[in-house]
T-cell receptor, first 113, second 119 residues
């Protein structure tokens, strides 16, 4: 099993540009979570999906952030336009059922200049 | 809303010694799950140990054990026989056992404790 796959691992972009982060969950998992990690705020849940349907997006900071899950094997987190304060590590995690272990991807380190 | 507090930003331990990392949480719920995650420099989040609130017995995984005190809302992690590979950030996390208002399944993390292991 390849685990949760995220791409890219590192992204450097300029303010105002669109950024798309990608995630492939573990096959068969029905929950997918997007987290953001910063020094100031720690790890925060942004949004999560159940069977490809967004369940709770209350953690999405602004309308500049959007997430989709077009099928069970792929999800994207998009920031448009990006700002320097969006610089963080973004994690994707998946689980089989809401109450089982969440397996995390390696994260994407985003730097917005 | 639930909160998780880790009061020790940094800890240090000598190799082969024992260290305890502290975690307290605040909740009005009676049933929930608690976790310790390890994040080494590679950034990968790794589950170390899990505790169900309805279980009185403290969870143990090899050299890792917890001291779960439900009334005090305390959940500390003890690492015995510390190894150089234990050096990492450690995060305590809470998850509700109930599903309401879209909160099903999501983890609430503390700010973390950076553990250094001295050879």
């Amino acid at each position: 099993d390849a685990g949760v796959i995220q791409s890219p691992r590192h992204e450097v972009t300029e303010m105002g540009q669109e950024v798309t982060l990608r995630c492939k969950p573990i096959s068969g998992h029905d929950y997918l979570f997007w987290y953001r990690q910063t020094m100031m705020r720690g790890l925060e849940l942004l949004i999560y999906f159940n069977n490809n349907v967004p369940i709770d997006d209350s953690g999405m900071p602004e309308d500049r952030f959007s997430a989709k899950m077009p099928n069970a094997s792929f999800s994207t987190l998009k920031i448009q336009p990006s700002e320097p304060r969006d610089s963080a590590v973004y994690f994707c995690a998946s689980s089989l059922g809401a109450y089982n272990e969440q397996f995390f991807g390696p994260g994407t380190r985003l730097t917005v200049l | 809303a639930q909160t998780v507090t880790q009061s020790q930003p940094e800890m240090s331990v000598q190799e082969a010694e024992t260290v305890t990392l502290s975690c307290t949480y605040d909740t009005s719920e009676s049933d929930y799950y608690l976790f310790w995650y390890k994040q080494p420099p590679s950034r990968q989040m790794i589950l170390v140990i899990r505790q169900e609130a309805y279980k009185q017995q403290n969870a143990t995984e090899n050299r890792f054990s917890v001291n779960f005190q439900k009334a005090a809302k305390s959940f500390s992690l003890k690492i015995s026989d510390s190894q150089l590979g234990d050096a990492a950030m450690y995060f305590c996390a809470y998850r509700s056992a109930f599903s309401y208002g879209g909160s099903q399944g999501n983890l609430i993390f503390g700010k973390g404790t950076k553990l250094s292991v001295k050879p």
